[in-house]
């Protein structure tokens, strides 16, 4: 069971905080298809502290989101200690402190991972966190920096000890980045030091997978980030299997791209319209994967700055997608 403050989840799905990814748009989305618990994507607390407009703005949430947590990040505690206060305001339902950032500009200046270097830093800005907000504060961090120096048991009870209401924990180390497998079983023996709630991240790309964290490990709940890119369904396949042991309503071709246009169109509801089409681009590959001929839609796709002719070609597509289903060998049989 996931309880951080008011919040109540049992077998909960959460959809990582993810730069550039985890907009409002995508976040409707993701809760449409079924995520108990998002995050913005990470918040600069120099930016806030700075009073900078386009970070502010990432703090934008909709009750209809609920619950949803503000991520923030820095290396420093005074300024960390003023943007939760900032983002505080915003009426999230929790903080989030971001502790697992790998990228070099953020973790080698001491923010994200570099943390991970100095766990009783971490300690004393997450308590000094807790003790400037009324609100949960969580943690989202890794195993460690490298494998000679996996310190998420000392972490784990630092911040528990802090106040902290509940830990992320992606199980890979800093060196790793992004890649090589995820060691789940740290879940475990995490859960062993600590009594707050322990959410598993890393590797969980399928429904079969968000299964498989749950039977192979205690989590309290499962967060799910690039299994999200491109396939949002991923929260519907996860519930009806855990639910019922197999996926009920596999995405067809037609829902995949048809959710593409609709996460197209919540996008153009928050920015204008050229500028919610571009970053889009990046999305087309996830979802058009695997399907015929997609690699020469997305190449046409590409040219577009409009949604009407991206709806265009995508719904031709789909029509073709359907004729050639009804004329290949395969299906004459
Ligand atoms: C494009 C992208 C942006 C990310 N941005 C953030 C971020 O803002 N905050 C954060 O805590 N983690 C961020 N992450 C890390 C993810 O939240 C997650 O920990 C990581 O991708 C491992 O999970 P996965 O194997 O399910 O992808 C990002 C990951 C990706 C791929």
């Known amino acids: ?13 959460l959809l990582a905080p993810m730069e550039e990814i985890t907009n409002p748009g995508f976040r409707k989305l993701c809760k449409e298809f079924g995520a108990d618990l998002m995050y913005t994507e990470f918040v600069n607390a120099d930016g806030l502290s700075r009073k900078d407009k386009k970070t502010h703005a990432k703090m934008k949430i909709f009750d209809y989101e609920r619950p949803v947590g503000i991520q923030i990040y820095g290396g420093n505690i005074e300024p960390m200690v003023v943007s939760a206060k900032i983002a505080e305001k915003e009426n999230p339902d929790l903080i989030d402190i971001n502790a697992g950032c790998w990228v070099k500009k ?64 992606h199980c890979r180390t800093r060196k790793q980045g992004h890649s090589g497998d995820a060691a789940w079983f740290w879940i475990d023996r995490i859960k062993e030091v600590v009594d707050f709630p322990v959410i598993l991240n890393g590797g969980v790309m399928t429904a079969s997978d968000i299964k498989r964290a749950f039977d192979e490990t205690n989590a ?35 829902e995949r791209i048809k959710t593409a246009l609709r996460h197209l169109r919540y996008e153009i509801e928050i920015k204008e319209e050229r500028r919610a089409v571009i970053p889009f681009r990046k999305f087309y590959s ?48």
Do not use: C, H
């Open 220 to 254: 309290d709940g499962v967060m799910i980030a690039r299994g999200a890119i491109g396939q949002p369904w991923i929260f519907r396949e996860g519930k009806e299997i855990l639910e019922f042991g197999d996926i009920k309503n596999p995405v067809t071709t037609e």
């Open 286 to 333: 996830g979802y058009l994967k695997g399907m015929y001929g997609a690699s020469k839609i997305r190449q046409e796709l590409m040219n577009y700055v409009e949604y009407a002719p991206i709806e265009e070609t995508l719904l031709k597509y789909l029509d073709y997608l359907n004729n050639y289903e009804m004329t290949k060998p395969e299906s004459k049989e």
């Open 106 to 169: 953020v973790a080698n200046r001491g923010a994200g991972a570099g943390l991970l270097k100095d766990p009783p830093l971490m300690e004393k800005m997450v308590r000094a966190i807790v003790e400037a907000v009324d609100l949960p504060v969580t943690v989202k961090t890794r195993l460690g920096w490298d494998d000679e120096n996996i310190v998420i048991l000392d972490v784990a009870r630092r911040l528990e000890d802090a106040g902290a209401k509940a830990l992320t924990v």
């Open 1 to 13: 069971m996931l309880e951080i403050g008011k919040i109540k989840l049992d077998k909960a799905l």
